[in-house]
């Protein structure tokens, strides 16, 4: 098993015998160690606002080691919007690693599972809280595995929960699975950078004495994107239409 390390590192896939460079940093949390955090979060780019809503969409995932998450910091801007701050320390370091962890801010554990969204044709994330990790768990587990990655199954996600419910869930069903790799579909974004900050221990220190962060010159709402060397699928071609319909329930 893997543990976060703050360097870049080379990782060989067993399934593909391809390898690939993943940069891992503090604050990123593997599947099997975000009980080691505290806390839980809410909705993202990718949403169902109401009960009974629904969409088609694709993980974008091959399989459970592709599931990263975050510790991050919540925190209130200037402008009274709520953001996400990269922690800088792994839950087993000193609080001074992080001076946010050192002043006692919360901490909280985010997913943000990037989708195909069928019906809209675009690649959206998804905000989920630490218990929807397990979740994500156990889907890549029954529908993944050395000869097909979770990315070539299509599922329907139905709302269950009126909007502003604590207590709504989202039922996940398996519709279609076909040839489909990561390879055909759009590049994922990386939340890092973009929908949580990535700021340096001096910037955090210079958060707390003022309330907001030193100019970066960098638009902070812009997602950057995690790059893949090839893409069979031609953007010529126009989108499948699928017409919506009910398969077997994962959840």
Same mark, same amino acid.
């Given at each position: 098993?893997?543990?976060?390390?703050?360097?870049?590192?080379?990782?060989?896939?067993?399934?593909?015998?391809?390898?690939?460079?993943?940069?891992?940093?503090?604050?990123?949390?593997?599947?099997?160690?975000?009980?080691?955090?505290?806390?839980?979060?809410?909705?993202?780019?990718?949403?169902?606002?109401?009960?009974?809503?629904?969409?088609?969409?694709?993980?974008?995932?091959?399989?459970?080691?592709?599931?990263?998450?975050?510790?991050?910091?919540?925190?209130?801007?200037?402008?009274?919007?709520?953001?996400?701050?990269?922690?800088?320390?792994?839950?087993?370091?000193?609080?001074?690693?992080?001076?946010?962890? =050192?002043?006692? /801010?919360?901490?909280?554990?985010?997913?943000?599972?990037? +989708?195909?969204? @069928?019906?809209? %044709?675009?690649?959206? $994330?998804?905000?989920?809280?630490?218990?929807?990790?397990?979740?994500?768990?156990?889907?890549?587990?029954?529908?993944?595995?050395?000869?097909?990655?979770?990315?070539?199954?299509?599922?329907?996600?139905? =709302?269950?929960? /009126?909007?502003?419910?604590?207590?709504?869930?989202?039922? +996940?069903?398996? @519709?279609?699975? %076909?040839?489909?790799? $990561?390879?055909?579909?759009?590049?994922?974004?990386?939340?890092?950078?973009?929908?949580?900050?990535?700021?340096?221990?001096?910037?955090?220190?210079?958060?707390?004495?003022?309330?907001?962060?030193?100019?970066?010159?960098?638009?902070?709402?812009?997602?950057?994107?995690?790059?893949?060397?090839?893409?069979?699928?031609?953007?010529?071609?126009?989108?499948?239409?699928?017409?919506?319909?009910?398969?077997?329930?994962?959840?």
């Amino acid at each position: 098993m893997t543990n976060i390390m703050i360097h870049v590192t080379i990782e060989e896939s067993k399934d593909t015998n391809k390898n690939y460079r993943k940069e891992v940093t503090m604050g990123r949390v593997r599947y099997d160690e975000v009980d080691k955090y505290g806390g839980q979060g809410g909705a993202g780019f990718f949403s169902l606002k109401d009960d009974g809503d629904t969409a088609r969409i694709r993980f974008l995932y091959n399989g459970v080691d592709d599931i990263e998450a975050f510790a991050v910091h919540p925190i209130e801007g200037e402008d009274g919007r709520k953001r996400y701050v990269n922690c800088l320390r792994e839950y087993r370091q000193p609080l001074d690693t992080c001076p946010f962890c =050192r002043e006692r /801010k919360a901490t909280q554990v985010k997913l943000f599972v990037p +989708i195909y969204n @069928v019906d809209e %044709d675009k690649v959206q $994330l998804w905000e989920r809280g630490k218990k929807f990790v397990q979740k994500m768990v156990s889907i890549c587990s029954r529908y993944s595995n050395s000869d097909t990655p979770l990315c070539a199954h299509e599922f329907d996600v139905e =709302r269950r929960g /009126k909007k502003g419910d604590t207590s709504t869930t989202y039922e +996940i069903f398996e @519709v279609e699975k %076909d040839n489909t790799t $990561l390879e055909d579909l759009p590049d994922v974004p990386n939340p890092l950078g973009g929908l949580v900050l990535d700021k340096s221990a001096e910037d955090m220190d210079f958060f707390l004495e003022t309330g907001y962060f030193p100019p970066d010159g960098e638009d902070e709402d812009e997602q950057p994107v995690r790059r893949r060397e090839s893409r069979d699928r031609d953007r010529d071609e126009a989108p499948r239409r699928r017409t919506p319909g009910r398969g077997r329930d994962v959840y």
